[in-house]
C-alpha cells in the first residue's frame, strides 16, 4: 500500500483546502478499509475501499508535488501495476504468506531508499538549512525511517525463507542472542541521538547514518531467525505494524500527509493484530517482538521418532461413519491449502448436511501461515460464514462431537501445548479433538511432523483413524462413498 507514495516528493508550503480534503478522503477510506477486512464477509468491500483510497492519494501527490519526471513515475506505477497484478493471479493461496512477507521487505527497502535520498540530497527534499545541512528533526526522522525500514527488509526476507521452507521454521537460538539483541538496539538508539545532535557543518557525522542502517539490517535479521514456525503468523502482522511505522517516518521527512496518516493506520492496525494472535496463543507480546525472549532452545525434530501403533483407515470407513454422526466439527490446517481440498471439503459438507448431519468448521487464530488463512480458503469454496467458528466459541462443543474431522492441521490439535513444558508450542491454546467420539485425521504420511517440527499424541490415540493420503484426493473419495 505504501510502495507508490514512497516516491512522491515534498508538499508545498500552502497546501489548497482541496488537497486537504482529499487526503482526509483517503484516510477515511483506508479506515473503512481496515474495518472492512476485519471480517470475510466485508473482505471485498475493504479491498475496493483501500484501492479507492490509494487512487486518490497518489493522483493528489502527483498533481501536487514537484516531480522530477512525471512520464516516467507514471511509467513505474504503470510497471509495478502490471507486475502486481501478475503476480496476484498466478500465486496459489498455499504461498500466500510469502507474497505478504515478500512484499513486506519491499515496503521495508522503500523507506531506505527514500531516506538514503534525502540524506543525500536533503535540499530536493525541503529539509536542509541555508548552509545545505539536514535540519535536526529531519535527522531524527531521517534515522528512524530509515531504521525501522532496514529492520523490515531484513527481518521479512528471513519470514520470507522460514516460510518458503528455505531455511529451518525450527528456532535458531544463536549463543548470546539477547545481549546482542540488546546491545545493537541500544547503539541504534544512541547513534539516532548523536546524529540529531551533532553540529551542523563540514558533513563529518554522516557516518553515524550509515552506522544506524547496517545495525538496523543487522538486527532485523537477528530478531526474526529466533522465532519458532508456530509463532510465524504472530511474525507476519508484526513486520505488517513495522512496514506502517517505516512509512509513516518517511512521510513526515516528505512532508505528505496521505502517507502519515496510511503508515500510522498500518502500524497500529498491525501492532493491535500481532497483540490479539498473542493473547489467542497464550505468547507474550514482548517476548514474540525482541526475537523469541525467553524461548528455549528445542529439538529440531532430526532424531528418528520411536514408531508407535496407530490405527489407519479408508475413504469408504470415513464415509460410513461420517453419514452415521450427528455432529461433526471440521478442523482445516495448511495441509487442506496445500492440497486444495476447500471445494471437495465444501461438497462433503453438503452431502452430509443432506443427511442430516450437523456440520461446523473450526478455525484456529494461527491455522495455516498467516492471519485468516484459513478462513479465506473456506470463502473461496463458498463455506457459509455462520459454520464458521473460532476456537473460543467451539472448543467446548467437542464434548458433543461424534466426529473430529482434521484435515491438514496439526500443532494447533496437540496436545503437547497443554502438556509438555519443552514443547515449543507449550502454552498455545489448542483444540480438545481428543474429547470427541471418533477422530479423523488426513495427512500424507506418518512420517511429517506439524510447522513446529513435534510429534501429536492425536495420532495414536484408540477413537483416532489416519487417513494417509493426498487431503483433496482422501476428501473426493469420501465424497465418492457418500453418494
Known amino acids: 500500500m505504501m510502495i507508490s507514495l514512497l516516491s512522491a516528493g515534498t508538499e508545498a508550503a500552502a497546501t489548497p483546502a482541496w488537497v486537504a480534503l482529499a487526503y482526509l478522503a483517503s484516510g477515511v477510506l483506508f479506515i473503512l478499509a481496515l474495518r472492512g477486512l476485519s471480517s470475510p464477509q466485508t473482505s471485498r468491500a475493504g479491498n475496493r475501499y483501500g484501492m479507492l483510497g490509494m487512487l486518490i492519494a497518489v493522483v493528489t501527490t502527483l498533481l501536487t508535488h514537484d516531480v522530477a519526471s512525471l512520464p516516467e513515475i507514471l511509467i513505474a506505477i504503470g510497471l509495478g501495476g502490471i507486475i502486481g497484478f501478475t503476480i496476484a493471479r498466478k500465486i496459489a493461496m498455499t504461498d500466500m504468506p510469502q507474497l505478504v512477507a515478500a512484499f513486506h521487505s519491499l515496503v521495508g527497502l522503500a523507506a531506505v531508499l527514500v531516506a538514503l535520498a534525502a540524506f543525500l540530497n536533503p ?5 536542509a538549512d541555508a548552509a545545505g545541512q539536514i535540519l535536526t528533526v529531519s535527522r531524527i526522522e531521517l534515522a528512524l525511517g530509515a531504521a525501522i525500514g532496514a529492520i523490515t527488509f531484513s527481518g521479512s526476507v528471513i519470514a520470507f525463507a522460514k516460510l518458503n521452507g528455505n531455511m529451518s521454521g525450527t528456532p535458531i537460538m544463536l549463543p548470546g542472542r539477547h545481549i546482542i539483541n540488546l546491545g545493537t538496539l541500544a547503539g541504534i538508539i544512541a547513534l539516532t541521538a548523536l546524529y540529531a545532535i551533532s553540529p551542523l557543518g563540514g558533513g563529518g557525522e554522516g557516518w553515524m547514518f550509515w552506522a544506524i542502517l547496517g545495525a538496523a539490517f543487522i538486527i532485523g535479521f537477528l530478531l526474526i531467525i529466533p522465532i519458532g514456525g508456530a509463532d510465524m503468523p504472530v511474525v507476519v502482522s508484526m513486520l505488517n505494524s513495522y512496514s506502517g511505522w517505516a512509512a509513516a517516518a518517511m512521510g513526515f521527512t516528505l512532508g505528505n500527509t496521505a502517507m502519515i496518516i496510511t503508515g500510522a493506520l498500518v ?10 494472535m498473542c493473547k489467542a496463543m497464550n505468547r507474550s507480546f514482548i517476548s514474540v517482538i525482541a526475537g523469541g525472549f525467553g524461548v528455549e532452545a528445542v529439538s529440531d525434530g532430526g532424531e528418528p521418532r520411536e514408531q508407535r501403533p496407530y490405527k489407519q483407515g479408508s475413504a469408504a470407513d470415513a464415509a460410513f461413519m461420517l453419514e452415521q454422526a450427528e455432529n461433526v466439527i471440521i478442523i482445516p490446517g495448511y495441509g487442506m491449502a496445500v492440497a486444495q481440498a476447500q471445494h471437495a471439503l465444501r461438497e462433503m459438507c453438503d452431502l452430509l448436511e443432506e443427511k442430516g448431519v450437523n456440520v461446523k468448521f473450526a478455525i484456529h487464530p494461527v491455522a495455516g ?11 473461496e469454496a463458498s463455506v457459509d460464514y455462520d459454520k464458521v467458528f473460532e476456537l473460543e466459541d467451539i472448543n467446548s462443543d467437542f464434548a458433543q462431537a461424534d466426529v473430529a474431522f482434521i484435515i491438514g492441521a496439526n500443532d494447533v490439535v496437540n496436545p503437547a501445548a497443554k502438556t509438555d513444558k519443552t514443547s515449543p508450542i507449550y502454552g498455545m491454546p489448542v483444540f480438545d479433538v481428543d474429547k470427541a467420539k471418533q477422530v479423523f485425521f488426513i495427512k500424507r504420511s506418518m512420517g511429517g511432523v506439524g510447522y513446529a517440527g513435534v510429534d501429536n499424541d492425536v495420532f495414536y490415540m484408540d477413537q483416532t483413524m489416519m487417513l494417509l493420503a493426498d487431503a483433496k484426493k482422501m476428501v473426493e473419495e469420501i ?4 453418494d
Open 369 to 379: 501461515r498467516m492471519p485468516g488463512h484459513m478462513n479465506v480458503l473456506l470463502a
Open 123 to 127: 535540499a530536493a527534499f525541503g529539509i
Open 267 to 276: 502500524g497500529a492496525s498491525g501492532a493491535i493484530l500481532s497483540y490479539i
Open 479 to 482: 465424497v465418492k462413498s457418500l
